[in-house]
């Protein structure tokens, strides 16, 4: 099945400055990779995604890109701020024949923007 | 558009007890997903379904774990008996279709004792 590997763990940046969080996964079929944004206590709140048709999506500061042939998909925050700060997590959509389709979710990224 | 409403926010229970949470999705939406969020994981998928049908419990420990969604509208997922290992966030979510965005409810925060 599908596995989503997501590095790195912690990251504390420089309000101001950009944050990159990266992601790899293992079914070549997978074709919808979204990112969830999670406050501590609260839900995972979608933040953007991206379709295997695209290479990149742009949405104010956040960005993210997808190279489909190395199996992997980035997160790009710029001008990052303290209300960034929170856990961050990437996930495939993988298409398996016997169970349709599945999320399947990274171990998450802990963002720390210091003011 | 309300959002996908869980109960109880929080339960604390002895291990060996049973415990049962509820999930109201966003209406119209045909797709209901449970997962376990462990402290420090990414949520992993416990049990989907389409309508009132099961699409994967492939990972739900069914000797203890049980779910059900009726009506094809809300659902429950129970706990018979509870270990301390169960100890985790239980998120429901749902989506028009399963390709389409899913939206999380705030969640269920078990401790077993």
């Known amino acids: 099945g599908e596995n989503v590997e997501q590095h790195p763990s912690t990251l504390s940046v420089q309000e101001g400055d950009s944050a990159v969080i990266k992601c790899t996964y293992s079914?070549?079929?997978?074709?919808?990779f979204p990112w969830y944004k999670q406050e501590l206590g609260k839900r995972p709140q979608l933040i953007i995604d991206?379709?295997?048709?695209?290479g990149e999506k742009k949405d104010q500061r956040i960005a993210v890109t997808l190279n489909k042939t190395a199996k992997h998909f980035s997160l790009h925050i710029t001008e990052t701020q303290p209300e960034d700060s929170a856990v961050y997590f990437c996930?495939?959509?993988?298409?398996?024949?016997?169970?349709?389709?599945?999320?399947?979710f990274g171990a998450g990224t802990i963002l720390r923007v210091k003011s | 558009e309300a959002g996908v409403a869980q109960s109880p926010r929080y339960k604390i229970i002895e291990k060996r007890q049973s415990v049962a949470f509820w999930c109201n999705p966003i209406s119209g939406h045909a797709t209901l997903y449970w997962y376990q969020q462990i402290l420090g994981q990414g949520p992993k998928l416990l049990i989907q379904?389409?309508?009132?049908?099961?699409?994967?419990d492939s990972q739900l420990p069914k000797d203890r774990f049980s779910a059900e969604r009726l009506k094809g509208v809300d659902s429950t997922l129970k706990i018979q008996p509870a270990k301390l290992e169960d100890s985790a966030v239980y998120l429901c979510?749902?989506?028009?279709?399963?390709?389409?965005?899913?939206?999380f409810g705030a969640g269920t925060r078990l401790s077993v004792l």
């Open positions: 996930a495939a959509l993988s298409s398996e024949v016997e169970y349709g389709n599945k999320l399947v």
């Open positions: 991206i379709r295997s048709n695209v």
């Open positions: 079914d070549s079929a997978s074709n919808y």
């Open positions: 379904f389409q309508n009132n049908g099961v699409v994967d």
């Open positions: 979510a749902s989506s028009l279709e399963p390709s389409h965005i899913q939206y």
